[in-house]
């Protein structure tokens, strides 16, 4: 008997497009969140200088009766210099997609190049602490690498270091609260760390998950918890560094810091432009569209002792 | 090429025999060198001209070595290591892992391999798993080759011999922002101590930098009263007490510190003393002290890193990161021998092939 099935409807009529593009993976832009932003003025050069000054000693000997007036004290500064770099990338896109092409093609390629540019930004503060902070390696765990895990008393090495180095915290503490299975959060410095090392942190010893805080709404998004003074920041792009350690393992920065400690410096008037470009500029027969984006920014430690990069490898045990 | 457009450079250099690298911020996808000096000269049975795709093996390419009796441009491929070697320095900046068969107690440390042919003076490398020597483990080191299977950490001390077999790798590029983290070989105890560098690093006078000095042992690092102190650099290059000019030069009188030492392989796991830049000392770098010395950002071949910024900016945070091609240097090689005059021109076109 011959029955009909839906093999035999044609093609243009087997499937339907679904109206919604699907979520793009999407990591945490966490690096530029505890950074200071800094412009450098138009017509103002390449480089921006910025100056601290350098703490007076103490006058801890008394003046006497003599009247003999003592001598006193030099004023000095550093200076700390930085100097941005233009950055960019775009798509170029045919006439014949955008006038053929059911799909709006530019909504969501612009859509991918705002992420790109802000997804550069985050990479590039990444990599600059990476490269110019004081790392320390971890040194208290017992996975026979160097640097070896995350432990408890390499994290309060840090801490201590950026307490007794006059570094301000930047969050508040969070009050308890009468919630069960809760506690208080200290004042903390922020961490930022990829998440790979979910495993090695959940394991420190006194580590405070999200959920345990007496009020999570008061957690950013990427936040993962807290050991003592110390609050993480998680994202999939934390730096890490494939091939690294004395066993060949990756190595793991993560990026322990204190308000003010570096800061991002954008080009004034040119944080970020969105370049679209309609097929008439591609040439005479004006073929191409193209749309891009492009920025001057450079990252910059501010004070050295602020910040320190924890390196580790995993506890593969 | 992601552009879909055609771009074509081209250029000239004179070589000095090592390996010259070209930056191609808009990609590649070919490149034609021409040894000038080759080609006009008399003689035979050297490269003169050499090309590269995006197709080819990294490290090797095409050259077309003049033959004896006409002349004529013999054609072959490049020996691993001695051709091109295309970087964009994003990702993973370690090559492939290397065997090492030990490293030496001599001052620098020997590296004994079995074959130097695709090293270079001034790449640096960095070591893994060796037996004894666990100290050196995952620490870069600026290298010179030696011989033909020999390799010298070039700015390390000398360690108790590393007996056994281990591992190394390339890395092909830094960390992209300068002024980079340094870790510290040596610091002399004098008036103005000379601190030496285990990769070349591009610090200028004038610059001030904080030392991290950790305590490893009752030895090592022993130069604890450093720790934590801001010091200015006063002069660069100066030689240390094994004749090493990667060193900076600090206003610090270290005669009453305790002797700097590295920890010794049983101290692993262990931390690294460092030199961090911090900034500028615009007095010092406006006045430098006799004998006055370029404040210029180089690197271990004297060229200046790009987009840097000389004198009192010199300590400028900047990206140096870069997109190009390295051509390996000596004569035969693309990069030329000493005082050869290369031209070379470079593109980027349309996209036909799956491989571009």
Redesign the interface.
Known sequence: MAITTTSLLSAPVQQTFSMRLLSVPTPYFIHKIPATVKRLPRNGG??L?MR?PIALQPAMVPLGNSGVTPPGQTLQA????????LYGTYV?VNEQVTLQDQDPVLNWGAARLGVSLRQTEDQ?VR??L??????????AGANA????QLTLQDIQAVYTALVSANAYMIMDHIDGTLKFNSSPVRDAFFAMASSDLIPDLEAVGGFQPKAQYSFPTDALKSEWGATNNVRWLISSIGSA????????NT?YNSFITGMDAYCTVLQDGYSAQFIYLPAQFSGPLAL?ISMGYKFME????QQ??WLINLRSTLNLG | MA??LTIIQNGSFTSSGNTKFLSFPMGLDWLWVYNQTVQYAAGAGTGAEFYWDTTMTPGRGTVYTKTAATNALAVTQLPAGLGFTYVNQTG?P?GI?NALTSISNATPPQVLVGSTAALTNGMVV?I??TVGG?QL??VDFTITVTDGTHFALAYMRAIVAAGGPG?Y?IVNW????Y???RTITKISNAVQAIITLSVTHSLTVGQ?V?L?I?KQTALAYGMTQLN?M?ATIVATGQADVDGVTNTITINVDTTGFGVFAWPLTAD?????A?V???????AVALNPPIPVQAQIPVDYFGNQLP???AG??A?????VAQQGIYLAGGAGNPGGANADFVTWMAGVSFSVNPNS
């Open positions: 390449r480089t200088r601290r550093i200076d700390i210099d930085a100097t941005p770099s170029m590039l990599d600059c990476a490269g110019t902070a004081a790392f320390v390696n971890c040194t690498d160097n640097p070896t560094i494939a091939n690294a350690s004395a066993n060949g190595v191409n450079v990252p910059r430690i050295d002792t | 552009t879909g993973n370690f892992s960095r893994y798993n666990l483990g995952g591992t790798r830094q960390s992209p922002f002024p980079r983290n001030k904080r991290v950790p934590g801001e692993f796991p262990v931390d690294y460092q961090v830049p911090m900034g500028e000392n615009s987009g840097t910024q009192y900016l300590d400028a945070t900047t990206d």
